[in-house]
C-alpha cells in the first residue's frame, strides 16, 4: 500500500482526533472510500452538502473532510433518490473519499473550540469549559482571558469581525456598556453548557434557544453573570477547519507524505438570507 494512501491520512486524523472521544451518539470516521487510494489533494469543510461535494469535485481532492457527520442517524440505503443517497453515488463516481470528525474534535486539545476562542480575540492561556473526565486538558467549549478588558459592545464586534460573515450577525443578551475581560466559547450549539459558563463575563456560543438564553440573560443582570453571544452554528466551527489542516499536512510531511489542503470558503449555514420589511 502506498505511504500516501487514504489508510495513512486517516491515521494522521485520528492521531489528532480520535474517534474514541466521539459522544456515544456521534457517527465519525470514514463514511466512503477505498483505504488503499493514494491522497494528494484534501478538502476541509464544515458540511458534507452538495456545493462542498462540487468544489472538491472541481478543484480534483481525493478526500473531503468535514466536521459534520453524513448519517448521524443512521441509515439501511445509500440509493441515489435522497439527497444524502446522491452525494454518496457522487463522490463515489469521482473517486472522491470522506471522513469525518465531530464531536472527538470538539474535545479535542486543540480543537474545535481552540479555534474560535483565537477567532476572537483570545490570545493568552485556555482550559476547557468541561473537562473531560479521563483528562483536563481536554473537553468542551474553551474559556480565556481578552488581553485586555473592553465593552461587551466593542467585544460582540470584534467577535463579529473574526468570524466569517454569514446572512446574519451575532446576537447579543447584555449591556454593551459592560465591561468584559474573561470570556467563554464553544463552537457549535452550546446552550448545554450555560451552566458551565457562569464563571465567565461573556459567553459566545450558537442556536442559543429562547426560554434557556432569556432565563439565563435575566439571572445574569440579576447576580452579574455572564452576558450571552449567539452566532452562526456554521461560523463558529469553520475556524477549526485552518486548524485541522495544518496539524494533519504538517504531521503527514513528518512522516514523508506530502498532501496539497484547501479550506472550503462555501457558507453552508443553513439561514440563507433575511427578510427585509418594506414600510
Not at 470522506?98 to 477567532?119: E, I, M, W
Not at 445574569?220 to 494533519?248: N, S
Request: aromatic residues 6%; hydrophobic residues 45%.
Amino acid at each position: 500500500m502506498s505511504p500516501s494512501a487514504l489508510s495513512a491520512v486517516v491515521a494522521e486524523l485520528e492521531s489528532l482526533y480520535d474517534p474514541a472521544w466521539a459522544e456515544s451518539w456521534d457517527a465519525v470516521g470514514l463514511v466512503c472510500g477505498d483505504p488503499a487510494h493514494p491522497v494528494r489533494k484534501i478538502l476541509f469543510a464544515v458540511d458534507p452538502v452538495a456545493a462542498v461535494a462540487q468544489e472538491a469535485i472541481d478543484w480534483g481532492a481525493d478526500l473531503i473532510v468535514t466536521h459534520h457527520p453524513l448519517y448521524l442517524r443512521g441509515t439501511t440505503s445509500v440509493a441515489a433518490t435522497t439527497p444524502k443517497g446522491a452525494l454518496i453515488h457522487r463522490l463515489i463516481r469521482h473517486d472522491v473519499a470522506l471522513y469525518t470528525a465531530h464531536t472527538n474534535a470538539d474535545v479535542a486539545a486543540p480543537g474545535v473550540s481552540d479555534a474560535l476562542a483565537r477567532a476572537v480575540g483570545l490570545t493568552g492561556e485556555l482550559r476547557p469549559l468541561r473537562p473531560a473526565p479521563d483528562d483536563p486538558r481536554r473537553g468542551l467549549g474553551r474559556v480565556g482571558a481578552l488581553p485586555a478588558p473592553m465593552t461587551l459592545g466593542a467585544f460582540a464586534a470584534q467577535a463579529a469581525r473574526g468570524l466569517p460573515r454569514t446572512a446574519w450577525e451575532p446576537r447579543v443578551a447584555g449591556d454593551p456598556a459592560r465591561v468584559v475581560h474573561t470570556v467563554a466559547v464553544s463552537g457549535g450549539a452550546g446552550d448545554s453548557l450555560l451552566g458551565d459558563a457562569r464563571g465567565a463575563d461573556v459567553f459566545l456560543t450558537a442556536d442559543l434557544r429562547h426560554h434557556p438564553a432569556s432565563e439565563f440573560a435575566e439571572a445574569g443582570a440579576f447576580c452579574g453573570g455572564p452576558a450571552l453571544i449567539d452566532a452562526a452554528h456554521w461560523a463558529t466551527e469553520w475556524p477549526w477547519l485552518a486548524d485541522a489542516a495544518r496539524l494533519v499536512s504538517s504531521g503527514l510531511a513528518a512522516r514523508g507524505i506530502n498532501v496539497e489542503t484547501r479550506v472550503s470558503a462555501t457558507v453552508t449555514d443553513a439561514w440563507t438570507t433575511t427578510a427585509q420589511c418594506e414600510e
